[in-house]
């Protein structure tokens, strides 16, 4: 079983993280989202620079926090794709010097990847195949997981991410940044059923609609003109809002997991991404997939948004199959993750 030091800075959060094989013996996560909070969304130079102020403070939080040393660690890993560049850039690079310094092998791992591992930390018996629901600020994705590093993607938003729209949602409403926590606890209060909004359903050109895939453009606008319209009769009900808009996510989600599901005859789902920590989408999909025997796992909270743990596991799972990365692998702020195993070109017999 390897040990793996893990790097993830692909957004706002820097993280560090120590991990043997499923078994998570450090975590270290520094959050920006104070630093953001007045733009009301992510700076991508400023999360670079934030990154490069707090990386070798979390890997020395990470190595005293495990109690192991450097002789101990297998390999290095770090998220190389997607993301924001110069927030990659800082954490493969790191990645990279600490490789040669102290000859340890280095693997890039597709973020996206590392969401799905993050169940795998919760259930170490978990084995594909499954479905994978991954929702989180850019990403929207109905993932067959095959294997490891053998995936298929059936479905995908075709335009906001599930956790931009509640972004987008909360600076609608004024009620700050990041949306998805504050609307969360602000829709415990309201009615779900107060406003009917749209699911958002993807037309095909020769009719009817495409079953996986999602729209939250038009969710969003719907909400936009609702609180126009609300602001000419007086008070707004903004927990009545935020229920509403919270179930119509919740609802679109679970339709097309559930239906994704049953149509590859696939009897478990996880969901991944910090989506994964909403109420309202934990409660309706949990019950749908009882209706159906589907067994459906969530990640503790802590491992729903950015984790280096995440990115560790994952990376165990293929240096154990002898995946190796060259050391002149790049950042890229696009990488489609069925095309995972680029990332990996040298295979070493373990």
């Not at 079983?1 to 975590?27: G, P």
């Amino acid at each position: 079983m390897a040990t793996i030091l893990s790097i993830e800075t692909s957004c706002d959060e820097t993280a560090t993280a120590i991990v043997n094989n499923r078994k998570v013996l450090s975590s270290i996560v520094s959050s920006q989202i104070d630093l953001h909070k007045e733009y009301g969304g992510v700076v991508p130079e400023l999360a670079s620079r934030k990154h490069l102020e707090t990386i070798n403070i979390c890997l020395d939080r990470a190595l005293i926090e495990s109690g192991l040393s450097w002789s101990d660690i297998d390999a290095i890993a770090a998220t190389s794709a997607p993301g924001l560049v110069g927030a990659l850039l800082v954490g493969v690079t790191t990645a990279k010097t600490l490789s040669l310094i102290y000859n340890k092998p280095f693997l890039g791992v597709h973020h996206l990847e590392g969401h799905i591992y993050a169940a795998y930390l919760d259930q170490p018996d978990l084995k594909p195949p499954f479905l994978c629901l991954l929702v989180s600020g850019g990403h929207t994705s109905m993932i067959y997981v095959k294997d490891c590093g053998n995936y298929e993607v059936l479905g995908k938003t075709r335009d906001d991410a599930a956790g931009e729209a509640f972004d987008k949602v909360a600076r609608l409403l004024k009620l700050g940044y990041p949306g998805g926590p504050i609307i969360d606890k602000l829709a415990q209060t309201g009615n779900p059923q107060a406003f009917k909004l749209p699911e958002g359903r993807i037309s095909l050109p020769e009719g009817g609609y495409h079953p996986y895939d999602s729209s939250f453009s038009g969710l969003k606008t719907a909400v936009l003109r609702l609180v126009q319209k609300l602001e000419t009769e007086g008070e707004i009900p903004v927990a009545d809002i935020a229920a509403s808009f919270q179930s119509t996510v919740a609802k679109a989600l679970t339709k097309r997991a559930i239906k994704s599901a049953l149509d590859y005859g696939l009897k478990t789902i996880t969901v991944g991404g910090g989506v994964a920590a909403n109420s309202g989408l934990r409660q309706h999909l949990l019950a749908v997939a009882a209706e159906h025997e589907i067994q459906v796992y969530f990640p503790p909270l802590k491992l729903c948004t950015d984790n280096a743990a995440m990115i560790g596991c994952a990376a165990a799972e293929h240096f154990d199959r002898g995946h190796r990365s060259d050391l002149d692998l790049e950042a890229s702020s696009r990488m489609n993750i069925a095309d995972v195993m680029q990332l990996y070109p040298k295979i070493t017999m373990t």
